[in-house]
């Protein structure tokens, strides 16, 4: 079970998100709805550690099955898997060194040739990722949920750019995630996947003045 007990954030001393909370346990998908700046991106680097918050009392806190993400940081960020809105991509590598610089990291090579094949990229692996466009490079950063597997998957407008093929091969995934017992939150504002997911509004959480 993952927990975001009243989570306050501010950037630049204006408010972002407020008094946010809510839990969702294993086997299930989240999507995080909301207008343009309403703080969908900033929550998803949150719970991936890219976003620092300070715990006071029993306020803003992160916790996975009761324990504070903060005592357990190790554990839980290695079973993590954040594809951002930037992909986070390597422009000067191939498709094929891109993805072998992260399954290095996991001890997952081996995964590589079916994440490949899965988003029909055979015939592009040796190209650099600059000279794609940005609906392949979508498909590269994707690749990665099938090459270092996790139980949480945070996912931030994964859709962009991608053809109607595609997306439907992503739905898939996700479908599958759920029912061997991940978690994925996704923050979009696609419809996509509304059938298959909660949903918070994250407009909801703004404090009033």
């Not at 300070?54 to 898997?81: C, G, H, M, T």
């Not at 954040?82 to 081996?110: A, V």
Request: net charge neutral; proline share 1%; charged share 25%.
């Amino acid at each position: 079970m993952l927990t975001i007990n009243k989570i306050n954030y501010n950037r630049n001393r204006q408010q972002i998100i407020y008094n946010l909370g809510f839990s969702t346990g294993l086997g299930s998908c989240l999507v995080l709805k909301g207008k343009n700046g309403s703080g969908k991106t900033t929550l998803l680097k949150i719970i991936a550690g890219l976003n620092e918050i300070e715990s006071k009392d029993d306020n803003n806190q992160l916790l996975w099955n009761n324990n504070l993400i903060s005592e357990i940081k190790e554990d839980f960020y290695n079973d993590v898997n954040y594809i951002g809105h930037e992909n986070s991509l390597k422009l000067d590598l191939s498709i094929f060194d891109n993805l072998l610089f992260y399954t290095r990291i996991n001890k997952t090579e081996l995964l590589i040739p079916s994440a490949i094949r899965y988003f029909e990229l055979d015939n592009l692996i040796d190209v650099e990722v600059r000279k794609l466009s940005a609906g392949i490079r979508k498909k590269v950063a994707l690749c990665l949920l099938l090459c270092c597997p996790s139980t949480i998957w945070l996912l931030d407008e994964p859709t962009i750019n991608l053809d109607s093929k595609a997306k439907q091969k992503l739905f898939n995934l996700v479908s599958t995630r759920i029912k061997e017992n991940g978690i994925v939150i996704i923050a979009s504002h696609d419809d996509l996947f509304d059938n298959i997911a909660a949903k918070v509004n994250l407009d909801d959480f703004k404090k009033s003045i």
